[in-house]
Every structure is written in C-alpha cells, then in structure tokens.
C-alpha cells in the first residue's frame, strides 16, 4: 500500500503549497487561510479553515482561531458562531510558554482550561500544544479535544519542543507544517523524521518509538516504504 499522508495544519494562500504537499505523499491536508475562495478547486482530501484574526474572517464551516489573546470582542463573536453554527474549530493554543503565560496572568487558567471554560474545547483542535500538562489531557480527553504538533515550525521559532511521548497513548495526535518556513515543502516526511529524534531524546535511547506508531501518526502505507522515505 502506498504511502498516504496527512498534513494537519498547513497555513498558505496559495493553492501552489498544497500541490506541492500532494507531490510529498499527503493527500490529505487542512488548509488554513485568509483567502478561502483560492481553493475552490481543491482535490478532495484537502479542508479549508478560514484563519481568523477579526470578526469579518468568521465565515464557513471550518475556522481556525489565530489566538486567545485576541480582543474580547473578537473572542465573543468566535464563541457565539462556533456554538451557533456548530463548525469545525482550530485554535492555536500552548504554542510558547511566553503567550501561556500572559493568558494564565490575565484569566487564571492555563490555554486550554480556557477554551473549556468558553464552551470552545469539545471537539477542538488545539494547534501548536507544547505546553500542555496532566491537568490539560485529562479535560481534552473529556471533550474530545485532540493537538497538532508543528516540529519545524516550533523547533525554528524556539517556541519549545513537541511533547510527543508524553502526550502519546492519552490522546490521538497529528502533525502539521504550520507555514512551511522551516520545511520548504511542506513535506511530512521530514516532520517525522524530526518527532523520532525528538522522540529518541525524551527517551535518551535511540529507536525509542516504533516505525509503525511513528507511521500511524502521520498516516498509512507500507511501513518499509516509510521506513526508507523517512531514515
């Protein structure tokens, strides 16, 4: 069975990205843009969420909340139309400990305690999730919630390591690219290859996590293609 690979999380305007992700084996990808209407013509497997930043970007079925430290007014208008129009819901979420810590300054709660308390976390995608604790699993658990990690993109930025073996077992994970600056191409297999070296380090062993887990994250085909595609 070929490989068949799933970016989580790409951020473009450009439909040219997405093809290029097509070509690395993902044929499943969500999308996320100011520009919806510029990918109109989408292969099937590619979703559009429309990134949102003020409340003239929540339109659609799928939205993604760029952050929670953005006005309350904007905050408001998010809550009242996801549980309005019950659409699909990112929010990038636990990215860096210096925005975890401004939102536990301002409302007492950590990110995702947060977005429980807003009625935000059922069924949420929480973006970025580096900082994450017990406390946090258990409530995503509770409501169905589920992280994409950005390895590149959080490693490139310094915004912290991925806690991919800690979060392992408690709740399904997927992977992204964020806006490709630190993987030209937005290929997954390259984002594999770093979660198993991240992966070795939590660990301090290497081989720490099994090719077919390592697989099952990021998608499913034969695992000695993938094996020779990510080593």
């Given at each position: 069975m070929k490989l068949s690979l799933y970016n989580a999380f790409l951020m473009t305007d450009s439909m040219a990205n997405v093809d290029v992700c097509h070509s690395c084996f993902a044929d499943r990808i969500n999308v996320v843009t100011k520009n919806v209407n510029a990918f109109d013509g989408a292969k099937k497997g590619v979703e559009v969420y429309s990134y949102v930043e003020s409340e003239k970007d929540l339109a659609g079925d799928k939205i993604c909340l760029s952050s929670l430290l953005l006005p309350d007014p904007v905050l408001d208008a998010c809550i009242e139309y996801v549980l309005e129009k019950k659409?699909?819901?990112?929010?990038?979420?636990?990215?860096?400990?210096?925005?975890?810590?401004?939102?536990?300054?301002?409302?007492?709660?950590?990110?995702?305690?947060?977005?429980?308390r807003m009625g935000?976390?059922?069924?949420?995608?929480?973006?970025?999730?580096?900082?994450?604790?017990?406390d946090d699993i258990d409530l995503m658990v509770q409501?169905?919630?589920?992280?994409?990690f950005l390895p590149s993109y959080s490693l490139g930025k310094g915004y912290g390591v991925p806690p991919v073996g800690f979060v392992s077992g408690k709740l399904p994970i997927s992977f992204g690219s964020a806006d490709n600056s630190f993987n030209a191409n937005g290929d997954m297999r390259k984002e594999a290859y770093l979660t198993r070296l991240l992966c070795n380090e939590s660990a301090r062993k290497e081989d720490a996590i099994d090719e077919r887990v390592l697989l099952s994250y990021f998608g499913s085909g034969n695992v000695e293609d993938w094996i020779k595609e990510t080593k």
């Open positions: 659409c699909k819901f990112m929010v990038r979420a636990c990215e860096d400990l210096y925005t975890c810590g401004l939102i536990e300054s301002r409302y007492k709660l950590s990110p995702v305690m947060l977005l429980h935000l976390l059922d069924n949420a995608t929480v973006v970025g999730a580096n900082f994450i604790d017990r409501s169905n919630a589920s992280p994409v």
